[in-house]
T-cell receptor, first 114, second 115 residues
Framework: DQQVKQNSPSLSVQEGRISILNCDYT??????FLWYKKYPAEGPTFLIS?????DKNEDGRFTVFLNKSAKHLSLHIVPSQPGDSAVYFC?????????????FGTGTRLAVRP | DAGVIQSPRHEVTEMGQEVTLRCKPI?????LFWYRQTMMRGLELLIY????????DSGMPEDRFSAKMPNASFSTLKIQPSEPRDSAVYFC?????????????FGQGTRLTVV
């Protein structure tokens, strides 16, 4: 039972254009969402996060949007750069005793073409 | 800080053998997580510890899997006996409590191949 879903296994974008990665979740208790980036042969690294009290969080070229009613979040990268080519994981956590564990999606492989 | 350190980076073993994966979390982090990455399921949480105490092991697939954290700076994940379907990349991660608004930091992973 995937509580966090990334339905697009891969995405290819031209350098300089916008990359939009999508994530859906089913657990309405999730209140904190994160995006991680993973290069081959490395562990995932934190990219950006958003709390459920917000609907947008921006950090440089990266912006995460949260639509709680649709249980959907997205990561926008603009402009996309070849170095952004990686696997991106969406993750979520819920409050309470399980609040410190993250539930991850299956990832989306982004390829940015020069 | 050197970050989360995992060993070995690669492990190839024969079916039926015992496998032990090791992890050193970031100093000062209270939480330690073991994840497994597969193509089908992405990153699955196997077990996590808070202050060396196992909190949730519901993700551990079978009794063949066990994890320990004897002290704040070391954890092991053991598979005994190993099977080919255990082949995956296993990640260890550590973090401070969520209330401190921090994310989990991952090690580089151990790629396990069971033949």
């Amino acid at each position: 039972d995937q509580q966090v879903k990334q339905n697009s296994p891969s995405l290819s974008v031209q350098e300089g254009r916008i990359s939009i990665l999508n994530c859906d979740y089913t657990n309405s208790m999730f209140d904190y969402f994160l995006w991680y980036k993973k290069y081959p042969a490395e562990g995932p690294t934190f990219l950006i996060s958003i709390s459920s009290i917000k609907d947008k969080n921006e950090d440089g070229r990266f912006t995460v949007f949260l639509n709680k009613s649709a249980k959907h979040l997205s990561l926008h990268i603009v402009p996309s750069q070849p170095g952004d080519s990686a696997v991106y994981f969406c993750a979520a956590s819920a409050p309470g005793s399980s609040g410190d564990k993250l539930t991850f999606g299956t990832g989306t492989r982004l390829a940015v073409r020069p | 800080d050197a970050g989360v350190i995992q060993s070995p980076r690669h492990e190839v073993t024969e079916m039926g053998q015992e496998v032990t994966l090791r992890c050193k979390p970031i100093s000062g982090h209270d939480y330690l997580f073991w994840y497994r990455q597969t193509m089908m399921r992405g990153l699955e949480l196997l077990i996590y510890f808070n202050n060396n105490v196992p909190i949730d092991d519901s993700g551990m697939p079978e009794d063949r899997f066990s994890a320990k954290m004897p002290n704040a700076s070391f954890s092991t994940l053991k598979i005994q006996p190993s099977e080919p379907r255990d082949s995956a990349v296993y990640f260890c991660a550590s973090s401070r409590p969520k209330g401190l608004n921090t994310e989990a930091f991952f090690g580089q992973g151990t790629r396990l191949t069971v033949v």
